[in-house]
């Protein structure tokens, strides 16, 4: 029974009109169709079991800092001073987001990046936003970042002397995730650490972060560490779901090939461009499923 059930929908023969029947179209709108179900039940999993489904994270504040001043080092710009301040308005933020369940830089209540700042106390000539969430690891996020000019901007502004960053976990959206905040800053007086150190190389870095800000970092890098958890990513579900239909259907096409040239089939079905572009499609799927957003 299972070899008839082979042969009818992976194998061209007469009885097929030699054609797999996997690859005719009524077959090709059902793999739609399960791959648009499949989507619909992993949103309902996290309305139903929140929580369950979430984006595991090994970012920390500190390699978030060390790759921010790497890419301004790249340009000859000086290195960004790491400020608790900033840092908690960040957290703020993010604490703000998670509380109230938004992701953006304005809040429903009508909150603005500013008012962070203003919160805790930081005075400031000019500052800036970035946010990312659902990121695994600080390297494809500071990439995300660079890629986007207004996020590049950030990053690379020389007017900005100082950076607060938050790394929390929490629940966005019944999803649990990690979101990322940096907070740019210069303060309204130049109260900023700016005594620097010159290597022989001629590349220009401040001096060492104090230790109760480099404990800071270490200690919120600890709680991230003792809170991280497995979870079931829907990116990893929908990637591993669109491999599938896309394997099976390269397999399948490689058999039917493969036997039509090898018995000089001549058939009376519609050429592979069908095939082809759906494979395109779900290809496209696959390309654009990236981990992680920004704003």
Known sequence: M????????????????????????????????????????????????????????????????DQTNN?????????????????????????????????????PQGK????????VGYKYSTAGENLAKDFYNTDSLVKAWMNSPTHKANIINNKYKE????????????????????????????????????KSDDIVVPEAVDQSSTQEITSQANVLSENKEKLISPLTLSKIFSSI????????????????????????????AGHIGFLFFIFLIMLFNQQGSIF
Do not use: C
């Open 163 to 198: 950076i607060g960053i938050a790394v929390v976990n929490g629940t966005l959206g019944d999803v649990k995730t990690t979101l990322v905040v940096q907070h740019f800053g210069t303060p309204l007086m130049a109260t900023a650490q700016e005594i620097i150190s010159q």
């Open 112 to 119: 603005t990046p500013w008012t962070f700042f203003d919160a």
């Open 2 to 65: 299972l070899k008839k059930l082979w042969i009818h929908y992976f194998i061209p023969q007469e009885k097929n009109n030699h054609r797999a029947a996997i690859l005719k179209p009524n077959f090709l709108l059902l793999f739609l169709v399960l791959y648009l179900l499949n989507q619909s039940i992993v949103k309902s999993l996290t309305i139903a079991k929140p929580g369950i489904l979430g984006y595991s994270s090994e970012i920390t504040a500190q390699k978030v800092l």
């Open 245 to 272: 239909i896309f394997i099976v259907l390269i397999i399948t096409l490689f058999i039917d090939g493969f036997i039509t040239v090898k018995n000089n089939i001549h058939r009376f079905t519609g050429s592979t």
């Open 71 to 107: 890419e301004r080092t790249k340009l000859g710009l000086t290195p960004l001073v790491y400020n608790s301040v900033l840092s908690e308005s960040a957290k703020e933020k993010a604490d703000d987001m998670f509380t109230n369940n938004y992701w953006a830089h304005n809040s």
